[in-house]
């Protein structure tokens, strides 16, 4: 379970998928998904898992599907333009409003995702 404070909602992984939820009670039921990422203002949300990975607005309703590749790990551009997703052939960058895949390299070590981090430029 983790709380989203850009949306202001908890998340819990079940059976069924991803539940969005508050104090109120459940609020979105994200079928199938494993994992979700929300973006920094809070307007949409990425499901992703070993089943790919769909774009949905924030109340968890599905816009879009992104890629039905294995994604292992989806880190949002700090402005929420774009977002990375870690697919088995490569890290790739989609951004908005195309969101059409470009790699970004094909040599990124898999197996500690959770290392994935945005470094501040000088």
């Given amino acids: 379970m983790e709380f989203a404070p850009q949306v202001d909602r908890f998340t819990a992984v079940g059976e069924a ?22 973006s ?24 879009q599907n992104l890629t039905e590749q294995s994604v292992s790990a989806v880190v949002w551009q700090k402005d929420g333009k774009g977002i990375y997703l870690l ?14 895949h470009k790699l970004v390299t094909a040599d990124v070590y898999q197996g ?3 290392a994935f981090a945005w470094l501040a430029s000088r």
């Fill in 17 to 38: 998928g991803v539940i969005l939820f508050d104090d109120s009670g459940i609020l979105a039921l994200m079928t199938d998904e494993q994992h979700v990422s929300f």
């Fill in 112 to 114: 500690r995702e959770q």
């Fill in 40 to 63: 920094p203002d809070g307007k949409w949300t990425i499901g992703w898992g070993t089943n790919g990975a769909r774009l949905y607005y924030a109340d968890g309703m599905l816009l």
């Fill in 87 to 100: 697919e088995p052939d490569g890290l790739y960058q989609l951004r908005f409003p195309l969101l059409q």
